[in-house]
């Protein structure tokens, strides 16, 4: 994979860690709004056309930070009776190849916004191809900065490891080629690789990606927020002592929930040929809904009869 | 390593295990008189003058931690207060003797106060980081049931474990250490190998980031066993980075290199053998402190 080196990151840009003022940049940053984004490329389209996803259909915009939502600065706009999403995840919580309305982040803060009647502002701060780490490390800032009230967590599978350099930018790797992140030139991919290989031992990425879950808890439950996590461990049993294991979203993940679609191929696949499409998204949104609804019914009744009162 | 084995093998968790205490790296290089930086040639260039050559034994128990073994009868047994304490090569004592350690003073003051034998399981390895003591942990607190946990965070973020495919751990030292010990590409390959990796992908960054997760994840760990616990860690990135969501009435003030006094007329009381690691008087205070902070914190209707 060959890739230009970008310039290096200007003061302000360098990762801040653990901020409670600042959300760290990600590597795509100051793209603006695009049509065609990584997986989704307009070569994969043309090869192979989307029954029902045009080329016109999908437009990424993201924020001066690079993440695919409005402008963090925006929070401060919001009154009192806004309510927020946040959701974290990979490329399916990403919403790769589909139209933002499509993604199942977008259609539960729907639901929610339905069930309190107030407005949900939906923040996505998920990216393709990144791991727990990136997770962990992302979710304290967030929680700090944009104050939420709902929190969606999409742990990918354990493989993946997120290394960042002294320059500030980062990268991801995984156990097969795919590199999220990478901004740098072929050499230095190569050795990130192969030096990640080295130290990606199985045992090591389970603990990984188990503590980095137990953190995030740690996190959710300092917040105070409304959370639900969709994650498959494999720990020990008695691990499980320490997870809220009836905030995992139930059913299959995401591959899953494909295959409940395979008759329709215009609902299965996202635009890109790879990706969950609109089908399993919207089931997707449907089980995360039912779960928030389930697990925080005071908190969800109390909202809107608050509303309810302001309104009457 | 192969990413096709890697699937295919089937995992022995060894570094996961919840109700065993794992052994200690095979690998650590501690020899029964001398340990790392605290070597026969460092000795030779500069005697100490307090310790001798046969001052100091590393005496390790059947899993290579240094304290006695971990015997079921004295940890199940109430009229035992089990002291536990994980951390570095500080904790480990390169350089002094047992009976000079931080760990063991405190189990003397501590048995003292509340009346009780006191067993004072030393968890603290050479080379340890972050990550040591969060894998340690679980088995920690379902093997020895502590009555006092003391997680002394290393003060150095660079260190780093890493497993191999046969489940053995290796201990990786910063870059930037200025006592970074040579592996030999002939008698350590492997070693070699994976030190190279860490020096590729470290970064104060990474570092950082290890760090404050291994914290969250011990903070969570020992909150959700409600046990009696305190720590110590470096004060990285609390002020100019933002958020530090430490726990600060569980966190000692100071951290153990805080307490030796530079230019003191009994300097050599201050470091160890190696003359790097603290000393006599460092081990004493911060016994002291940590013992003080723990009667301020856990005890009312502890003591005798």
């Known amino acids: ?312 | 390593m192969s990413r096709s084995a890697e699937n295919t093998r089937p995992s022995k968790v060894y570094g996961l295990r919840h109700n065993t205490i794992p052994h200690a790296p095979r690998r650590l290089p501690i020899a029964k008189r001398w340990c790392l930086t605290d070597s026969r040639k460092a000795y030779r260039r500069r005697p100490h003058p307090l310790f001798g050559k046969r001052s100091i034994y590393y005496a390790t128990n059947r899993l290579g931690y240094r304290c006695p073994g971990f015997d079921k009868d004295i940890v199940d047994d109430p009229a035992w207060f089990n002291l536990v304490v994980v951390g570095g090569s500080e904790t480990f004592g390169v350089g002094l003797p047992l009976t000079d350690l931080y760990v063991n003073l405190l189990a003397a003051r501590l048995e003292h106060y509340t009346g009780k034998k006191v067993a004072a399981w030393n968890l603290g390895l050479p080379m340890a980081s972050s990550s040591h003591l969060a894998r340690m942990l679980q088995p920690v607190i379902t093997r020895l049931a502590p009555d006092f946990l003391f997680l002394n965070f290393p003060e150095q973020l660079g260190y780093r474990e890493y497993f191999n495919d046969d489940d053995e751990i290796f201990f990786c030292e910063p870059g930037g250490a200025e006592h970074r010990r040579k592996i030999s590409r002939f008698w350590d390959p492997e070693g070699l190998r994976v030190d190279r990796a860490h020096l590729g992908l470290e970064s104060e960054f990474n570092n950082t980031v290890n760090f404050y997760n291994n914290y969250y994840y011990c903070e969570y760990l020992c909150e959700h066993h409600a046990i009696d616990w305190l720590y110590s860690a470096p004060d990285i990135g609390s002020n100019d980075s933002g958020a530090n969501g430490f726990l600060k009435g569980k966190r000692l003030e100071k951290v153990i290199s805080q307490f030796i006094a530079a230019g003191d007329d009994a300097g050599h009381l201050h470091l160890a053998r190696d003359f790097i690691h603290p000393g006599v008087i460092p081990h004493q205070r911060y016994a002291d402190a940590i013992f003080d902070r723990y009667v301020a914190q856990y005890g009312a209707g502890r003591a005798e």
């Open chain 1, 1 to 312: 994979m060959t890739q230009a080196p970008r310039s290096e990151l200007s003061p302000e840009q360098l990762m801040p860690l653990f901020s409670d003022v600042a959300i760290p940049y990600t590597g795509h940053r100051d793209i603006g709004t695009v049509r065609w984004f990584g997986a989704d490329s307009e070569r994969h389209y043309l090869a192979n056309k989307h029954p029902l996803l045009g080329p016109d259909d999908i437009e990424y915009a993201f924020n001066r930070h690079g993440y695919r939502c409005i402008e963090f600065d925006e929070r401060e706009r919001f009154d009192e009776d806004h309510l927020h999403l946040l959701i974290v995840g990979e490329s399916h919580a990403f919403g790769l190849g589909l139209p933002e309305e499509r993604s199942y982040g977008y259609l539960v803060a729907r639901e929610l916004q339905a069930c309190t009647g107030r407005e949900v502002q939906h923040w996505n701060l998920s990216q393709g191809g990144i791991g727990a780490d990136y997770i962990a490390r992302v979710l304290p800032s967030a929680l700090a900065v944009l104050r939420p009230n709902f929190v969606i967590l999409n742990f990918p599978n354990r493989h993946r490891r997120e290394y960042i350099f002294a320059d500030g930018n980062y990268m991801t790797c995984g156990d097969g080629d795919q590199v999220a992140g990478s901004v740098y030139t072929a050499d230095r991919h190569d050795a990130v690789q192969s030096a990640h290989f080295e130290h990606a031992h199985d045992d090591s990425n389970r603990f990984n990606q188990w503590k980095s879950f137990i953190v995030c808890q740690r996190h959710l439950r300092a917040h105070n927020a409304m959370w639900v996590a969709q994650a498959s461990f494999s720990m020990p049993p008695r691990f499980n002592q320490y997870i809220a294991m009836e905030k995992l979203v139930p059913g299959r993940i995401m591959d899953g929930r494909q295959a409940l679609y395979k008759d329709k191929p215009g609902l299965l696949l996202a635009r890109d040929g790879k990706h969950a499409g609109i089908g399993p998204h919207a089931d997707l949104a449907n089980d995360i809904s039912g779960l928030i609804t389930r697990e925080y019914a005071l908190e969800i009744r109390r909202l809107a009869e608050k509303q309810a009162q302001r309104a009457g």
